[in-house]
């Protein structure tokens, strides 16, 4: 049995909740790379299945991404 990939985060939202404004489809989850200096960081987002731009949630922004983001400036 393949083991299940794993993410650091994962933000689920409500199906249909939010659409790609280029695209005009709804947004679904997908496996997102966010990089900062040099670390890559899987992340589970919704995205566009057509263009792929995500979502990033605020609470992401200004909690976890920004934990993060102190972590590694101040090494």
Do not use: H, S, W
């Not at 979502?55 to 993060?68: C, D, F, H, R, T």
């Amino acid at each position: 049995m393949a083991e299940k990939e794993k993410y650091y985060e994962r933000y689920e939202t409500q199906k249909g909740t939010y659409i790609c404004a280029k695209c005009k489809v709804p947004l679904e989850p997908g496996k997102v790379i966010l990089q900062y200096m040099g670390n890559d960081f899987p992340v589970e987002l919704p995205k566009c299945p057509k263009c792929g731009q995500a979502l990033i949630p605020e609470e992401l922004a200004l909690g976890k991404i920004l934990q993060v983001e102190r972590a590694l400036e101040d090494k």
